[in-house]
DNA sequence: CGATTAATTGATACTTCTCAAATCCTGTGG
DNA sequence: CCACAGGATTTGAGAAGTATCAATTAATCG
């Protein structure tokens, strides 16, 4: 039983304006959309596998996504999140190397497959879109310097506020003001970079210190400055 | 009293094998070699600032270079090192954004500065270049994420022989068999994340286990494979 | 509504950091 | 070329931060 799909046509598809494409002309949308496939993935499923070559991107649609690698024993350290209109894939396919993570979805995803031909068809022939990649590849780079220097420098304490922090800007909170994503305390502790045990007992003093509330896995933030000051985050 | 320069002349620079202009055509190396011009930089000095922007980037003639961020107590984490060939800047410049770290040569150095107009020009008119640079910073991604991965998740000890490995890598060694740069014991610890006395407490664990020779800032690598797995490095 | 997984708490061990003091280099100016 | 000053390196001791292991309780999913 899958849900009704609207017709995703890329022409007038409302996520399309968060994503990369959102300057593409409209002959290359209609080609874009003639040869995009869409798929649907069930909460906890693979998207992509490290050590893979994907044949093209995942755009998508509805839906998170975890990009994570897998450390020497095995734990999972996870790079970044990824949600409506976002891509996933690019780097190895446009570096023309194998996946350095794999993409498992946080709930259930749809999202559109583009193939590496006509990627790297509008790449080739349309200098915006070039730049337009570029300019995402070069701005994570420079976010993945301040993880590596947060990783190397902070404290445990401080990367958690940090990565709450984080998770608020992303996801945002719904409709009750909690964070907009359902994390075990492991995915955390595998974001910061620590032991689950960690995480579970400096939530709990953030709890305490009523920086934030919590019920089981839904995350209030009740004091962002807070947070910022203890976290050492100024920006 | 500056050294006699060879004209730089982009068309015939041996450096530009290894350089992200590799593939450029006769016209266009013609044409930057007209509008960059050449600088030179006294062991020591700052090539670029972190926080400001760049208006073009650095080709690397000779020398070398690091680049880092300072972390909150005003510590600097070397994110990456840079070499002939390699380019500074590029980052910000593409991404539109603000240097995200400083980059400081480790030795005396001569560089090419390509202005931004030149850089886009070529980006624009050229999409090879423009699949080059962006091959480039997708290929940065993945190493950051590695880096990532290590810093969360190995141990001190670990991610020093791995930095050793990636010295040995990256700048090979000299006719004296010793690794061809001379950093010193705080700079090695502002690559692994740790404490410059830590770093001196296992660089000579390792020479006592005969993995290194140290002599001063001089390490010769005496056993890559003990390192190797010391490091947990599989590559 | 069970069965399984996740979360919590406590106790302990270990890695790593910090501070302090002594020694050794390195680059510089005479 | 040598001596010197200042920085770099080394070593030790102690403190702090985190990880690990074990045992319970709670929550979640079919």
Known sequence: ??????????????????????????STLAEMSDVKTCAFFKKGQIMMHEGSRPNGVYCIHTGKAKLFRL?????????????????????ALLSGEQLSASIQVLEDTHACFIPRSEMFNIIENNSKFSLEMMKMACHE?????RLITNLAQKTVRERL????????????????????????REEIANMVGTATESVIRLLSEFKDDEYIELKGRKIKILNIPALARVGQVYD
Chains 1, 2 share one sequence.
């Open 141 to 145: 780079l420079g976010e993945a310097g």
């Open 161 to 184: 506020a940090e990565v709450l922090l984080l998770l608020n800007k992303t996801f945002g909170v719904n409709e009750e003001g909690n964070l907009d994503v359902s994390l075990t």
């Open 71 to 91: 450390g020497t024993e095995g734990k999972e350290q996870i790079l970044r999140f990824a949600k409506e209109g976002d891509l996933i894939g690019y780097r």
């Open 1 to 26: 039983m899958t849900k009704d799909l609207p017709s995703l046509n890329c022409s007038n598809c409302v996520k399309r304006e968060f994503s990369a494409f959102h300057d593409l002309d409209s």
